[in-house]
């Protein structure tokens, strides 16, 4: 007989086909279809944009109350220039006026709202707003000194509110005190110079003014179209 007719029969088969099936895959071939995918692969393609991994701590988009025609797939930087746009127009919108709507809360929490004139300092992110010790509105601020503040367009459709935090100085006792001297500053940014500096000065110590001092810390609402 041939010599390989009187071999065993596993002696004549190759090595690798008396090798388990397992033990003969490719490791990769092995591994469920998942795992071999990559990882980007499998995520959606809005949870692959992570906004703040993306971007460098200090560019990161600036915290707004309003993100109107928002789109899910907009790269970071979309996103952080509409946030800034946004922020531009509210704050323009409020830089832009001298009416505004005062809101503190009262003791059962409901709020008070009062109509008052203003002048806004951009730089300091401070709305500085004339008030008299004694109304509710100064009674509610030193329990509590949130405040919202409220301005519109002269059509009333877009209009921003400053969230804020409230100061208010001491009650004017002399014409020559810092409160009035700060009243005076504040008149003057907003209807310029008084016929009377003097009868101003002596008008903010009979009536007990001082300054409410509102330090912005979120703007939100709907800014002006255009």
Do not use: C
């Not at 701590?57 to 790269?75: D, F, H, K, L, Y």
């Not at 709507?101 to 004139?117: C, E």
């Not at 209009?159 to 005190?177: C, G, K, N, Q």
Request: glycine letters at 6%.
């Amino acid at each position: 007989m041939p010599v390989d007719a009187r071999m065993p029969v596993d002696a004549r088969m190759p090595v690798d086909a008396r090798m388990p099936v397992d033990a003969r895959m490719p490791v990769d071939a092995r591994m469920p279809v998942d795992a071999r995918m990559p990882v980007d692969a499998r995520m959606p393609a809005d949870a692959r944009m992570l906004a703040d991994t993306r971007m460098p701590a200090g560019r990161r988009a600036p915290a707004v109350g309003i993100r109107w025609n928002e789109s899910p797939t907009r790269s970071t930087a979309e996103d952080a220039m509409a946030d800034e746009q946004t922020q531009q127009a509210l704050t323009d919108l409020i830089a832009g006026r001298w009416l505004g709507v005062l809101a503190t809360v009262k003791r059962d929490g409901r709020p008070q709202l009062s109509n008052v004139v203003y002048s806004f300092d951009r730089a300091g992110g401070v709305i500085r707003v004339s008030v008299t010790d004694g109304r509710a509105k100064t009674a509610n601020l030193r329990r509590d000194p949130r405040a919202s503040f409220h301005v519109s367009s002269d059509d009333g459709w877009a209009y921003a509110v400053a969230e804020a935090r409230a100061e208010l100085t001491p009650v004017a006792e002399r014409a020559d005190d810092p409160t009035v001297t700060e009243l005076v500053e504040l008149y003057r940014s907003v209807q310029g110079e008084h016929p009377d500096w003097d009868d101003f000065r002596a008008a903010m110590v009979a009536e007990r003014r001082l300054v409410l001092r509102l330090h912005v810390e979120r703007v939100y609402g709907m800014p002006p179209r255009g």
